[in-house]
């Protein structure tokens, strides 16, 4: 793999971000998820951000999720079920923000509200017209959507929300901690011919579960406080990169391990 190629931690650096229009150069959307193809070569990567309700919604779980996502239903313009989807072709910077080429659409519920509420306000700007609708946008989106439930319906994807919080065994089939972040690395596939993919490389595995890490437990590099990183390091105890090559499967919804926990390196040795 590419040795000096650029690194990120889904979690951290990419979920939750706001999506922003390079064209335009106005806010979009939010990274609620990401797709990762799992069918081609030794290493899953990610090809696709997914937004809105029917991506957030999966993620929060429980019945505020089930709400969420039924309410987009309501507004959505095709039945499909899928998620909003900006393929990772598209992405020019990844930054404070995700910035994308192109004229991506907006939510379906956005498009709802600018049309029945926004536009009858007096003197607000008019949504576009019906005709404008099935402009490059939408017929992007639609060939977006189509592509990403081909592949879902195939078993060549998951989501990187199901990743997360993943029980993680070791090769004894003993629990030693859970997923809290993924490690991604930018030496994956060609995508679109324009930038390559970025790669699933291993697993930030905590010995007990603690909510989210935010980046303190890489206080020493990223000059956090080194109070508060001490803080994050004791509710979560132990916190271990578990690298591709020693996951044995993603099965059954847990990450099982070909080595002991204490094969896998110290966070800080990364």
């Not at 609620?32 to 069918?39: A, I, N, P």
Request: include cysteine; charge should be negative; hydrophobic fraction near 40%.
């Amino acid at each position: 793999m590419t040795e000096h190629a650029r690194t990120l931690h889904a979690r951290l650096h990419l979920l939750d971000r706001q999506v922003a229009s390079t064209d335009e150069d106005r806010l979009i959307c939010k990274v609620d998820d990401l797709e990762v193809r799992t069918g081609d070569g030794p290493f899953p990567y990610v090809t696709a951000i997914l937004s809105g309700p029917l991506a957030l919604g999966p993620r929060i779980g429980g019945v505020a999720g089930w709400l969420m996502a039924e309410v987009d239903r309501l507004f959505r313009d095709d039945p499909s079920g899928e998620p909003y989807r900006i393929a990772m072709g598209r992405v020019t910077e990844i930054g404070s923000a995700v910035r994308v080429a192109g004229q991506p659409r907006d939510l379906a519920l956005e498009r709802w509200l600018a049309r029945n509420v926004v536009g009858r306000i007096p003197g607000a700007p008019r949504p576009e017209h019906e005709e404008d609708a099935a402009t490059e946008p939408e017929a992007l989106e639609a060939q977006e959507v189509a592509e990403g439930r081909a592949r879902r319906e195939d078993g060549e994807t998951l989501r990187m929300s199901t990743l997360l919080a993943r029980v993680v065994r070791d090769d004894s089939g003993n629990v030693v901690g859970n997923v809290v972040d993924v490690r991604l690395v930018q030496d994956g596939p060609l995508l679109d011919g324009v930038q390559l993919a970025f790669r699933l490389a291993g697993f930030v595995v905590a010995r007990r579960r603690a909510g989210q890490l935010f980046g303190y437990e890489r206080a020493h590099r990223d000059g956090h406080p080194a109070l508060v990183a001490a803080v994050v390091r004791r509710l979560h105890g132990e916190i271990r990169y578990a690298d591709w090559d020693e996951v044995a499967s993603l099965g059954d919804g847990e990450v099982r391990l070909r080595v002991p926990w204490e094969r896998l390196r110290m966070l800080d040795d990364l």
